[in-house]
């Protein structure tokens, strides 16, 4: 009877095991698409799965306020505005159909400003179907396009399909499941002899080295050597990526970096100055991949360089001035030596011009980097609180404070350097030293920038009740937003940060946001009926059908394995999100630019 229990035992483990392998085996690893691509391939894409990425999108938070019956009740009117493309969903059915696998995009070189381009995917079915489907788009491509020549070049028992020429060329060819493009016809056959492990082509001699032509024997050693996959950098990059993702991006930033010096002395323009140029140099890869998690989507980046700031850690010590109403947290590491380099002839950086005027002030005062460091430790914090009934939120940034002597040199030389046209007034209030300035436009805008210290703490803010109030929180031991469940439920869901750290509460930041837009915009359509052709204020959608799919965005970075390891979870994460708020201002920017 023992002897039985163990045989099902036995055999139930190795049924898993083989079940898990096979399921294993069904997806090729991103290493394996990487044996597909050369060893010098700047960029690369990867999207495993695509049916099973729509299965999971559709399964996410950020997709189930979309379809929320309010938010689409009110999205009625402004998507009537926007074109339907019916030729964009038929499409997405079409790849549905050819449940795509192992897509991919790699661009192989960069010459004379023209990227070598090679692409391809695994399809579902027979080839005959898969290439019905494929005609289809390449005719729709192709459907204002008149005269374009074709041909069919035999290579290796592979037919390839060529449409077009020079810069607009586009080769395909099958090769057994897997379809595969370019614009480059050696670059495709150089992928074609990797798929099939032969070793690499060379030029036939009697045809002036125009003619490639494959070599009779695999498994070669120099093959596999010379494929992304055996590159270094990129299998420490994939060494800290997650085994699954919906997508993978990898960057060779060198090749890049030597791009940009070469197209910048094409057009004239001085190189970067030394400091700014070896920060790029320094990184030997980026990688970042996508997914879903329990609905939230989940992004990991990795940059591979060496450590940027020595004998620091971020202890988030900051967090302990946070509110009930706090909905926005940051804590980061800050690198005065690169701070004090920005103050460099030719160093482009935002608001370049006012960090000059703001160190060279500084340094007429006799303040340097040695100061900063003796005064402050090098953690910056800020947060934004929005009570409830408040118009606008609350910003303020803080510093620990090491040595509050030189702290106060430091003040009084920073407030010289924002703005020496404007005297600053200084007091002092139950051991805390404030500093503080009006600054207004009229009765339009107005401000008193204030900031103030003790000997543990800095607070900078734009509204001197904030300082004060920060000041007097910054005194407790505790804190309502660290002890608060969603606070601590987000920080445990990233491991612990060493250099960044964020929070950002979405629900709290939406409520807050509806209660304060939500008149305004029945206010402006009450006087602008003409906002009535965009929208539905009427319609806009109670703030708990929108919250109840929202919850906390954070954000950690730490220094891993030689290298700087971001990770974001979210219903959207902390990138998307910058991506969301900074295109609409890059698009205004280059209106009003163009305009001007």
């Not at 060529?162 to 495709?188: M, P």
């Not at 005027?357 to 800020?382: H, I, M, P, Y």
Request: proline share 6%; with cysteine; aromatic share 8%.
């Amino acid at each position: 009877m023992k002897r039985f229990v163990l045989v099902l035992i036995v055999a139930a483990a190795a049924g898993f095991a083989i079940s898990y392998g096979l399921r294993y085996a069904a997806r090729t690893p991103p290493t394996a698409v990487a044996a597909l691509l050369p060893r010098e391939t700047i960029l690369l894409m990867h999207l495993p799965d695509f049916n099973r990425t729509r299965d999971q999108w559709h399964d996410s938070d950020i997709y189930k306020l979309y379809r929320e019956p309010a938010v689409q009740a009110f999205l009625q009117r402004p998507l009537r505005k926007v074109p339907q493309h019916d030729a964009v969903s038929t499409t997405l059915q079409e790849m549905e159909r050819l449940a795509m696998k192992d897509a991919f995009i790699g661009v192989t070189s960069i010459e004379n400003n023209s990227p070598k381009i090679v692409a391809g995917f695994r399809f579902r079915g027979s080839q005959d179907n898969a290439q019905k489907i494929i005609d289809e788009w390449r005719a729709q491509s192709l459907s204002n396009a008149a005269n374009v020549p074709r041909q069919t070049v035999d290579y290796a028992q592979h037919k390839i399909d060529i449409v077009g020429t020079g810069l607009n060329q586009s080769a395909t060819v099958y090769d057994g499941d897997w379809l595969f493009v370019s614009n480059d016809l050696d670059q495709l056959k150089a992928l074609l002899d990797r798929a099939d492990h032969r070793a690499p082509a060379t030029a036939s001699p009697s045809r002036g080295g125009q003619d490639r032509q494959p070599q009779n024997h695999r498994g070669s050693r120099s093959l596999s050597e010379s494929t992304l996959e055996a590159d270094e950098n990129f299998r420490a990059a994939m060494a800290h990526m997650p085994s699954s993702y919906a997508l993978l991006f990898y960057v060779q930033p060198k090749t890049i970096v030597e791009k940009l010096g070469a197209f910048q002395a094409e057009i004239g323009r001085q190189a970067p100055a030394a400091a700014q140029r070896t920060i790029l140099e320094e990184m030997h890869s980026i990688c970042g991949t996508t997914r879903f998690d329990g609905g939230k989507i989940h992004d990991v980046f990795f940059v591979g360089m060496g450590r940027q700031a020595e004998h620091a850690s971020l202890a988030r010590s900051a967090v302990r001035l946070g509110t009930k109403d706090t909905f926005f947290y940051l804590a980061t590491l800050l690198n005065i030596d690169k701070l004090a380099g920005l103050n460099q002839p030719n160093v482009s950086a935002p608001f370049a011009g006012w960090l000059h005027k703001v160190f060279d002030v500084a340094s007429r005062n006799g303040v340097t980097a040695e100061d900063w460091k003796a005064a402050f430790e090098l953690e910056l914090g800020s947060l934004a609180d929005w009570p409830p009934g408040a118009r606008w939120p609350s910003l303020i940034l803080t510093l620990p404070v090491k040595d509050v002597t030189r702290a106060d040199k430091v003040v009084s030389a920073l407030t010289s350097a924002i703005d020496e046209d404007r005297i600053w007034t200084k007091t002092e209030k139950d051991g805390v030293h404030y500093f503080y300035v009006r600054w207004g436009l009229g009765n339009l805008v107005a401000a008193t920038p204030t900031i103030a210290f003790s000997n543990r703490t800095l607070v900078a803010g734009l509204d001197p009740t904030w300082v004060e109030a920060a000041m007097t929180r910054a005194q407790r031991s505790s804190s309502d937003l660290a002890s608060s469940a969603p606070y601590k439920s987000a920080a445990r869901a990233l491991p612990a940060p060493t250099n960044f750290f964020a929070y950002v509460d979405m629900p709290l930041l939406y409520s807050r946001l509806d209660a304060s837009v939500r008149p305004l915009l029945l206010m402006g359509a009450a006087f602008m009926p003409a906002i009535s052709d965009h929208i539905d204020v009427n319609k806009l959608p109670p703030p708990e059908a929108v919250t109840k799919h929202l919850s906390p965005i954070v954000s950690s970075q730490r220094y891993q394995g030689g290298g700087y390891l971001s990770e974001s979870i979210g219903p959207i994460t902390l990138n998307q999100a910058a991506i969301i708020l900074a295109v609409p201002a890059i698009l205004w920017l280059s209106s009003h630019h163009s305009g001007g």
